[in-house]
């Protein structure tokens, strides 16, 4: 990101996330639940930010899915389509939306807590697009295993000294 876009990107982000996204905003209504607490804001943001962190603010790049009455957050394309197509093949729900994202999470001096927006970019709806992504996210994940397995064995193996 050129510096000129990371110093105004840094500006917007380093007010608080109620005051540059929140309820007073066209874009938002309410909060938005997550697992570890709620989004002040979720807004589309074409062009996301890039991630970054500094002693008042980070913002993390990954994926986001959309589960009709809360989001999950990824830190990769991966395993966020990983968790889609297997969400997809489950009872829970029929169609389970992906997004690229960032998280952007900032302490609020006025409401003495951290507060965060999920900003969404592009949409990945192409189920070969998912599909590519899970196939990475199985595979990365079968490689670990794997050198996992291998470490176990060669330790074992070894004589003890």
Do not use: K
């Amino acid at each position: 990101m050129p510096p000129s876009t990371t110093s105004s990107v840094l500006e917007e982000i380093e007010t608080s996330i109620c005051r540059q996204y929140g309820t007073h905003s066209p874009h938002t209504a309410d909060t938005h639940p997550t697992a570890d607490g709620e989004y002040t804001a979720v807004v589309d943001q074409p062009a996301l930010p890039g991630a970054m962190e500094t002693t008042r603010s980070r913002v993390c790049r990954g994926a986001a899915v959309d589960l009709s009455d809360r989001w999950a957050f990824f830190d990769d394309l991966a395993p966020a389509a990983a968790f889609v197509r297997a969400g997809r093949m489950s009872n829970m729900m029929s169609s389970w939306d992906l997004f690229e994202a960032a998280e952007v999470r900032v302490f609020c001096a006025r409401h003495h807590r951290e507060e965060a927006a999920l900003l969404l970019g592009r949409q990945v709806y192409e189920r070969s697009e998912i599909d590519a992504h899970a196939a990475r996210f199985a595979a990365t994940t079968s490689a670990r295993t794997h050198a996992a397995a291998w470490l176990g064995t060669l330790l074992r193996s070894s004589p003890a000294r």
